[in-house]
């Protein structure tokens, strides 16, 4: 029987996460203080869970994952199977073309973004902070922290992108369920919400302006940590244990990508299942490319600037050397809220720079990217969320071309999410322009 699901058991979770910067051609460049106000790695250093701060500057390429950590990535269903996507394939023709994917929409809230939830959490509690202060955009990192909080007997608040908190009534009753405090951002709860809502009682919110919000209401209280969803090296470093279950999975049946795909907002759940073989190309002992698929709504790798920029819409974090559209940048909306931000994190900006990782933006009528949805889910069976649809509409694109061109080619394509919340992006219209 040729096997379509390839699984590992639990005791063969990796024990160390990987981190790529000490492989990095040329380093990666270091975060800056701007010229104005008040420092902002100092305000970080208060703001931030201690041992991740400790990780964002780690030069060390392997890390422990506390076995604490691990319990808890088992007790949420890790490892997560690879499968082959034999019935996409009969659909497309491919005779040349061997396709899998990853399934990090098997996860309690429907996401990857649990994989770096649970240490953020865990190293919270440890560091005795009792409260989780984050911003979301899609809202499934803000149902990750939440469900993170739940399982170490913290609580969470969570400033969430107006456009889409009023767009997701399901996803918001989530969050409360696992007990979180969700806010409108922006909201009345920071001086920069009221300033916005001032300015227009009506604003749609940004993920910069929610991440602005979180910042100044983890200061306003006590034993308040704030956690990241996306681009610092910790996240991407938590999100590694995508790419280390894929390349023993890989192993077991003998075959190996030639094509790593992902969809990519801020870079972690590219980053995820990129890196570690990444890491294997840097070091000479794998060949395989990389594939970021983004929206036209926010296509900060393809058609950003390389630069020093803030993270946020406030300018409350250091300045980071990413391609940015800018930290003021207005994105049109879009159903797959998650790949609207306006940059792309500091270790997949510079491995861009290099020359090892290609992009490609879909239009923000998102008119192919759910067709391609629609193709999974009528082949593989899957529901996956818009954010995913990016990632599967790329895969097939590559495929078809490889196919075309009679090259023997396998792609591996990362899915993000499930679609079960979001599943009024299949049947209405997309609000972005084309
Ligand atoms: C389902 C899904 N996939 C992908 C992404 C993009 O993640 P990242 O910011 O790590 O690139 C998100 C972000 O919210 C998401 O919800």
Same mark, same amino acid.
């Given at each position: ?40 790695? *100092? ?21 422990? %994952? ?8 088992? @007790? ?13 394939? $009969? ?46 955009? *899609?809202?499934?990192? !803000? ?13 969470? +608040? +969570? ?43 009506? &604003?749609? !919110? ?27 090296? @910790? ?25 790593? +795909? ?71 909306? %879009? ?6 931000? &306006? ?22 009528? $998102?008119?192919? +990217? /759910?067709?391609?949805?629609?193709? /999974? ?7 996956? *969320?818009?954010?995913?649809? @990016? ?12 196919? *075309?061109?009679?090259? $023997? ?8 999410? &499930?679609? /079960? ?14």
């Amino acid at each position: 029987m040729a096997l379509e699901q390839i699984a590992l058991r639990p005791e063969e979770l990796p024990r160390k996460w990987y981190n790529v910067v000490p492989d990095i051609p040329g380093g990666l460049p270091p975060p800056k203080e701007p010229q104005d106000g008040e420092s902002r790695m *100092a305000a970080l250093q208060r703001r931030l869970v201690g041992e991740c701060l400790r990780q964002e500057a780690s030069t060390d390429r392997w890390v422990d %994952i506390p076995e604490g950590v691990r319990e808890l990535y088992i @007790h949420a269903g890790r490892p997560r199977p690879l499968y082959r996507a034999r019935r996409l394939e $009969e659909r497309l023709h491919l005779r040349k073309v061997r396709i899998y994917y990853k399934r990090e929409d098997l996860s309690p809230t429907g996401s990857h973004k649990v994989n770096t939830a649970l240490p953020q959490a865990y190293y919270a509690a440890k560091e005795g902070k009792q409260t989780l202060v984050t911003e979301t955009g *899609a809202g499934q990192w !803000g149902t990750a922290l939440a469900y993170a909080a739940r399982m170490m007997g913290l609580k969470s +608040v +969570v400033f969430w992108v107006r456009a889409v908190y009023d767009w997701k009534p399901e996803r918001r009753t989530l969050m409360e369920l696992y007990g979180a405090v969700v806010h409108a951002s922006p909201s009345g709860e920071t001086p920069f919400g009221r300033k916005l809502l001032a300015e227009n009682p009506a &604003h749609p !919110g940004s993920l910069g302006i929610a991440v602005s919000e979180g910042l100044e209401f983890t200061d306003l209280g006590k034993d308040r940590v704030y956690c990241l969803g996306s681009v610092l090296n @910790h996240v991407l470093l938590h999100q590694s244990i995508v790419g280390l279950e894929a390349i023993e999975q890989f192993k077991l049946i003998d075959d190996s990508p030639d094509l790593v +795909v992902a969809c990519l907002g801020g870079g972690s759940n590219f980053g995820g299942i990129a890196l570690p073989f990444m890491g294997e190309v840097l070091q000479g002992r794998r060949r395989c490319e990389f594939l970021a698929a983004q929206s036209a709504a926010a296509p900060s790798l393809s058609k950003g600037e390389y630069r020093y920029d803030h993270g946020d819409t406030a300018g409350h974090t250091p300045l980071m050397m990413m391609y940015t559209l800018g930290h003021e940048a207005t994105m049109v909306p %879009i159903k797959a809220d998650g790949l609207r931000y &306006h940059a792309a994190a500091p270790i997949v900006s510079a491995l861009r720079k290099q020359g090892y990782v290609g992009t490609v933006a879909y239009p923000a009528d $998102e008119v192919a +990217v /759910f067709e391609a949805a629609k193709t /999974f889910l009528e082949t593989e069976g899957w529901l996956i *969320a818009g954010e995913s649809a @990016h990632a599967v509409r790329a895969g097939i694109d590559e495929a078809l071309k490889f196919e *075309a061109k009679g090259e $023997e080619k396998c792609i591996l394509i990362n899915i993000s999410g &499930h679609g /079960f919340l979001d599943i009024d992006a299949y049947r209405t219209k997309s609000p972005g322009p084309g």
